[in-house]
């Protein structure tokens, strides 16, 4: 079966500190493979998705970029965080055939400070 | 472009009451939509999925979704609300590679 991993679950950073989120995939080839942000009490942000290995598409201009540097692998990173870079970041995969559901990671709570 | 709509943003129940939580859609083709339920500081977790087969639909925990073209609508029932079902529901469908996601319903369950 097919799992989604994703690290760490909560990390405090402070401004102008780079980051580092990785995601994997198992049980599965090919994936799409989606970056979200959820601030507090909203709903959910497409930050970035991808459809093959080094295909990043970029939803919302900011300070986060995202790279794919295996078929399983989908990192979101930023050189230097900001106040408001913080929230929960979930990650999720979806096959690539028509219509199908995503299944999402346990998400990653950061706070820059 | 399909979009979804949930109506209500917050819905309040007693345990043991059914609940509703109303979702409609906009598409110009059968769409698949799903249902997901997100628990605080948790990732998102599908419920149960439309996928033009039968419209009445079965999850998980005891949940059921009714797809009815006619009004273009995808509710999601529950007879009987239980404590651990406060949460946050999301009405979720496809949009070609992306998804496109209600607003959220949060869910308060009083005992």
């Known amino acids: 079966s097919q799992t989604i991993h994703q690290w760490p679950a909560t990390l405090v950073q402070p401004v102008g500190s780079p980051l580092s989120l990785e995601c994997t995939v198992e049980g599965t080839s090919n994936p799409n493979l989606y970056w979200y942000r959820q601030a507090a009490g909203r709903g959910l942000q497409l930050l970035f998705y991808?459809?093959?290995?080094?295909?990043i598409s970029s939803e919302v201009p900011q300070n986060l970029s995202a790279s794919r540097p295996q078929d399983r692998q989908f990192i979101l990173s930023s050189k230097k965080l900001l106040l408001s870079d913080s929230g929960f970041y979930l990650c999720?995969?979806?096959?690539?055939?028509?219509?199908?559901?995503?299944?999402f990671g346990q998400g990653t709570r950061l706070t820059v400070v | 472009a399909q979009s979804v709509t949930q109506l209500d943003s917050h819905v309040s129940v007693s345990e043991g009451t059914p609940v509703l939580l109303r979702c409609n859609y906009s598409?110009?083709?059968?769409?698949?939509l799903f249902w997901y339920v997100q628990h605080p500081n948790k990732g998102l977790q599908l419920l149960l999925k439309y996928t033009s087969a039968a419209t009445l639909v079965k999850g998980i925990n005891g949940f059921e979704a009714e797809f009815k073209k006619s009004e273009t609508s995808f509710h999601l029932t529950k007879p009987s609300a239980h404590m651990s079902d406060a949460a946050e529901y999301f009405c979720?469908?496809?949009?070609?590679?992306?998804?496109?996601f209600g607003g959220g319903t949060r869910v308060l369950v009083k005992p």
């Open positions: 999720a995969w979806r096959s690539m055939a028509w219509n199908t559901e995503a299944f």
């Open positions: 991808s459809v093959g290995i080094g295909q």
């Open positions: 979720v469908g496809p949009a070609g590679n992306k998804l496109t």
């Open positions: 598409s110009s083709y059968s769409p698949s």
